[in-house]
């Protein structure tokens, strides 16, 4: 079964607390990302993830951090977090072969 | 740089009309092009694929054709239906970065 999920699906969190966003995938993808969306808008890519402990930052990595210990797992980190950083928040991994993106069902995180 | 155009931002349609929506990209290789859907609250999901110069590809009424010698992707539907409504999103990756280009998007919102 060709999945990705994503752990909480919602989180309220307070201005200054951490936020973990945990992801995993069952079809051994090597690459896997963590991005943001904001109401009506793109997507816009926070870290890319090549492999176990080969990770990239994306377009918006500042605020943000991440972590990839097991191939099928990739987990976002926010220190500290901001109130503009209220957002859903989609993870995905990629078939290498075609550039495809499996998402997750996302995240919606708000900030207070 | 590689980028993807889509020029309608917003699409409005009364239902059981067709529709096109507008995709070109620029990049030095020859990539696979992706449209994904994205409903209202869900994540994206691919929608077609293609790699293949001229051919039409096909899925759940939707339809495409790479043209290569344009750089376009556009996507079709003889008959929109309620459920259409959605955001669009054309995409291709960079080539050898594991990286995927969206464009900004086109809402496609359908009247009954």
């Known amino acids: 079964d060709m999945k990705v999920t994503q752990m909480p699906r919602y989180l309220i969190k307070r201005m200054g607390e951490n936020v973990l966003l945990e992801c995993g995938q069952d079809?051994?993808?090597?690459?896997m990302y963590w991005y943001r969306q904001d109401p009506g808008l793109g997507l816009q890519l926070i870290y890319i993830s090549y492999d176990v402990d080969s990770n990239s930052e994306g377009d918006i990595p500042k605020g943000y951090r991440v972590s990839r210990k097991k191939r099928e797992h990739f987990s976002l980190i926010l220190d500290s977090a901001k109130t503009n950083q209220t957002s859903v928040y989609f993870c995905?991994?990629?078939?290498?072969?075609?550039?495809?993106?499996?998402f997750g069902e996302g995240s919606k995180l708000t900030v207070l | 740089g590689d980028s993807v155009t889509q020029t309608e931002g917003l699409v409005t349609l009364t239902k059981g009309l067709p529709v096109m929506l507008n995709c070109t990209y620029q990049t030095t290789y020859s990539p696979f092009l992706f449209w994904y859907v994205q409903h209202l609250n869900e994540a994206p999901k691919l929608l077609l694929k293609?790699?293949?110069?001229?051919k039409r590809t096909e899925h759940q009424g939707f339809y495409a054709t790479l043209h290569k010698s344009s750089s376009s992707f556009h996507l079709q539907k003889s008959s929109v239906q309620l459920s259409d409504s959605a955001l669009y999103f054309c995409a291709f990756p960079l080539y050898n970065q594991g990286k995927l280009i969206f464009g900004q998007g086109t809402k496609l919102s359908i009247k009954p």
């Open positions: 995905a991994s990629s078939s290498d072969t075609t550039g495809q993106l499996y």
């Open positions: 293609s790699s293949t110069d001229n």
């Open positions: 079809m051994s993808h090597e690459t």
